[in-house]
Every structure is written in structure tokens, then in C-alpha cells.
């Protein structure tokens, strides 16, 4: 019987095991992810990168790219509705990036990138976006090309098995699969059937990645028993808890769910702060932290009231002053 925790291959790129960071819009950046492979995460991929921006030369969108230094295999995904541009976008990320994994998204919902011909339009129209995949398998020569989708633009346009053939048929080396529509967004339900059914669809050709819905170790273990899945892929249930990859990885190997203890996640939430600000400058990386230590936070007794001084949060003594008095109340109350 095979192991619900196993190693995977991409292409020609092995991965120790199957528990995967999705890119996260405006949270995947080079601090989160380095504090999830440390919390476990066996594979990791960047927030989406425009490659029309890339081609343009934008410094900023080459930021997002940079690679942590736990990241020993990683992923950068890019966006874009014209292959000729895709395959210049990948050829810039090879150069400068020198990823192990090149990823597209056919998937994001969000108008501003569907009018650009990306995203979820690529998921509604098969050959677009085997044109695009095939150049960008052209242009990434050895270095694999993987694709994620929808599962279609609404409940009457399903076309999860055509995208998913489509990109296969160009090289695509694995396929992954956020089964919610364009028009869900990120509501309702995803329908894991739809996921069941394409690992069904590609017979072992290529691997398949399940999206949607996965927030505990128990969802990780269903989505891999129930659809056969080859990984499984945290998005919002990583979002101030990089912890999910502890606990599912032990899980997964013993059925045991381990407790991390409080102090512990502050301290941790301190160490994404400290490589945000190496990244970013403090103004920036204590703006952008409120959200995420307001996550780090939650379930801990008394946050809540917390919770209202980290959002006006500037620097990092600011932070150091909040945690001081959330840990001395959750202290306070154990006693």
C-alpha cells in the first residue's frame, strides 16, 4: 500500500515529500516561504509574477522571484495571455532565478488578470493555452513546466479535462488543480471529484496536485485518500499558520497531531518579521506583518483585544510591545 506521505518527481526534479505551499498573491513572498520549508513544507512556490512586467524589465517583479536560502527546490509561477511574451518571460526567469520549476497560472479569478487574457481564461479556452504552455516548455528546455487550473469559468463551463489534455499534450510535467470555478472565486466548496477524475483522466502520466479547501492535517489526509492525488497544496490554511506542515507531516507518518506551543509561534512570527525587514525595510515589512500576526495569533486566549494594537503596528518594537503583553496574559491565565 503506498504511503499517503511520499516523495514526488517533477520532470526530472525530485522532491522529498508531498506537502506543498501554494503561491499565495501578496503572501508568498521570500519570508513566508522560507518559514514554511522550515516548518516543513516540502516544495514551495512564488507569489505570480507578470511576465509582461518581467519583460519590461520591472526591478520590483524581480523581486518576487528571489529565492530563500532553505529553498533548496522551489518554484516560480508567472502569468501571461501571449506565448510569445511567455516564452521571453521564462527565459529572463531562468537567467536571473534559476528555478527548479516553472509554473503557469491558468487559475487566479481575479478581473484585472482575467482581462489580461490570464488566469482563469487560460482554464476556459484549452488551445490558448496550449499555445502558451508549449512555448513555455520550448523556452525552459530542461527545466520542467507545470500549469495550474480550475476546474472552468462557471458550472456550465466546465473544461478542467481539455485544459488539463490541452497542457499535458504541450509538456506540461505536472498539473495542478484548484477545483473551484472562475465564478466561485474563493467560495462555496471545491469539488474534490473534479480532482478524483482528472487523476483518473492522465492515468500516472504526469503527477496531479490537489488545491481547495485543505486547511488541517485531516483535509490533507481526505483529499489524498479520496482523490488519489500526488500532493496536496496549502494556500489560505498556511496563511499565519506554517505550522500546518508540522502537524500534517506527523500526521501523515503516525497519526499523531503535534501541539505547538504558543511562545513558540511568536517566535516564529518574529523570525518571518525579521527577514521581511531585510527584504523590505521596516516600514514596509511592519505594514504587511498586521495581517499576518493578527493569524499567528488566533485561538491564542485574550488575542482579540490584542489584535486591535497590531494593526497599528510600525515598527518592530511596536511588535515586540503587542506579543509582550499577549504573553504575559496567555502566561497569566495557564496560572
Same mark, same amino acid.
Given at each position: ?11 526530472? $526534479? ?40 518581467? *519583460? ?29 511574451? =511567455? ?10 532565478? %534559476? ?13 484585472? =488578470? ?37 476546474? !472552468? #469559468? ?5 473544461? #478542467? ?30 469539488? #474534490? ?10 492515468? !500516472?502520466?504526469?503527477?496531479? %496536485? ?21 500532493? *496536496? ?6 496563511? !499565519? ?57 488566533? !485561538? ?21 510591545? $503587542? ?13
Amino acid at each position: 500500500m503506498k504511503q499517503l506521505y511520499h516523495p514526488v518527481k517533477i520532470g526530472s $526534479v525530485d522532491i522529498g515529500g508531498n506537502l506543498f505551499l501554494a503561491p499565495v498573491a501578496g503572501y508568498s513572498d521570500r519570508a513566508f516561504r522560507s518559514i514554511c520549508r522550515s516548518c516543513g513544507a516540502d516544495f514551495t512556490y512564488t507569489e505570480m509574477v507578470s511576465a509582461e512586467a518581467l *519583460v519590461r524589465g520591472s526591478e520590483k517583479t524581480a523581486e518576487l522571484m528571489k529565492r530563500a536560502e532553505n529553498e533548496s527546490v522551489y518554484a516560480v509561477q508567472i502569468f501571461g495571455g501571449n506565448p510569445e511574451t =511567455i516564452a521571453e518571460a521564462v527565459k529572463i526567469v531562468k537567467k536571473n532565478a %534559476f528555478p527548479d520549476v516553472i509554473d503557469i497560472n491558468a487559475g487566479c479569478p481575479v478581473p484585472k =488578470i482575467i482581462k489580461s487574457g490570464s488566469g482563469s481564461a487560460l482554464t476556459k479556452e484549452p488551445d490558448k493555452l496550449f499555445q502558451i504552455v508549449k512555448a513555455a516548455a520550448a523556452a525552459a528546455e530542461e527545466t520542467p513546466v507545470t500549469v495550474k487550473i480550475r476546474s !472552468g #469559468w462557471d458550472n456550465a463551463h466546465l473544461t #478542467w479535462k481539455e485544459a488539463a489534455l490541452a497542457a499535458e499534450e504541450a509538456g506540461a510535467s505536472a498539473i495542478t488543480l484548484h477545483a473551484r470555478t472562475k465564478a466561485q472565486g474563493y467560495e462555496g466548496k471545491a469539488d #474534490w471529484n473534479l480532482l478524483r477524475l482528472l487523476v483518473e483522466t492522465l492515468k !500516472g502520466r504526469i503527477p496531479v %496536485f490537489g488545491s481547495g479547501d485543505v486547511f488541517t492535517p485531516q483535509d490533507a489526509k481526505r483529499m489524498l485518500e479520496e482523490t488519489g492525488c500526488d500532493a *496536496v497544496m496549502f494556500a489560505r490554511g498556511a496563511m !499565519g499558520n506554517p505550522f500546518v506542515f508540522t502537524k500534517t507531516k506527523a500526521f501523515l507518518q503516525g497519526g499523531e497531531i503535534p501541539v505547538i506551543p504558543v511562545e513558540f509561534r511568536m517566535k516564529t512570527a518574529f523570525q518571518e518579521l525579521h527577514m521581511l525587514i531585510a527584504d523590505k525595510g521596516e516600514a514596509v515589512a511592519c505594514r504587511e506583518m498586521r495581517k499576518r500576526f493578527c493569524c499567528y495569533s488566533k !485561538g491564542i486566549p485574550g488575542a482579540a483585544v490584542i489584535r486591535q494594537s497590531i494593526v497599528a503596528a510600525k515598527t518592530e518594537k511596536d511588535y515586540e510591545i $503587542v506579543v509582550d503583553k499577549l504573553l504575559s496574559a496567555f502566561i497569566a491565565e495557564k496560572e
